[in-house]
């Protein structure tokens, strides 16, 4: 795994800073030889600057800095990817990133699905859905329904129809969603609990 600093007349590779944990890029900076290398000793992420033209180590008048995880080559060796352990926010405004994003972990769709339940929640007098008619009737109701939707998870589980398995655990993973949020909870507060049980 060679880095081509050479391919760019002027030394300098991309390099896309991503975090680490929740995937989420961070920014882009440039690398030639000599920041890499001070990256991989000192493990806080250091590029040239352009502007300045010089070595400048991300987070030295600010102190957020970014500590180097691991980094990745490209195909093509001139580009990088640098996992990042940020140390405070990235961007030179004060933002998370340098796209002014929040950098928090993503479930994708179920986060989406978390927000809609979420926002069924808070309207429950007015909301005629399903989902506000269960937090209407409370933490026994729910409760009771995500114990029924495992039953019928386990009993598919042991039958063949893969369609019906996967209905099933479908309908499980969405009550469960309702159950969290009835009990104050979020999938990140389970994604901090299972990190603490990675040891």
């Not at 140390?87 to 002014?100: A, E, K, R, V």
């Not at 972990?105 to 005629?128: Q, W």
């Not at 019928?152 to 369609?163: C, F, G, L, M, R």
């Amino acid at each position: 795994m060679k880095i081509d600093f050479n391919k760019n007349q002027d030394g300098l590779v991309p390099a896309i800073i991503q975090d680490a944990t929740t995937k989420n890029v961070l920014m882009l900076g440039y690398m030639n030889e000599e920041a890499f290398g001070v990256t991989q000793e000192t493990k806080k992420v250091t590029f040239f600057s352009r502007s300045k033209q010089r070595l400048w180590t991300k987070g030295e008048e600010s102190g957020n800095f970014l500590i180097l995880v691991d980094f990745k080559v490209d195909c093509d060796n001139d580009s990088l990817l640098i996992k990042v352990k940020p140390q405070g926010p990235t961007c030179h405004t004060g933002s998370d990133t340098c796209w002014n994003e929040t950098n928090e972990s993503s479930f994708g769709f179920l986060s989406e699905l978390e927000g809609i339940i979420a926002s069924r929640k808070s309207n429950i007098a007015n909301d005629e859905s399903y989902v506000a008619s269960l937090f209407r009737k409370g933490i026994n109701k729910i409760a009771q329904k995500v114990g029924e939707e495992a039953v019928e998870t386990v009993i598919e589980a042991k039958d063949d129809n893969d369609d019906l398995f996967l209905y099933e655990s479908a309908d499980l993973l969405f009550h469960y969603l309702i159950l969290l949020q009835a009990k104050g909870f979020s999938l990140k507060d389970i994604e901090a609990e299972l990190r603490t049980r990675k040891k």
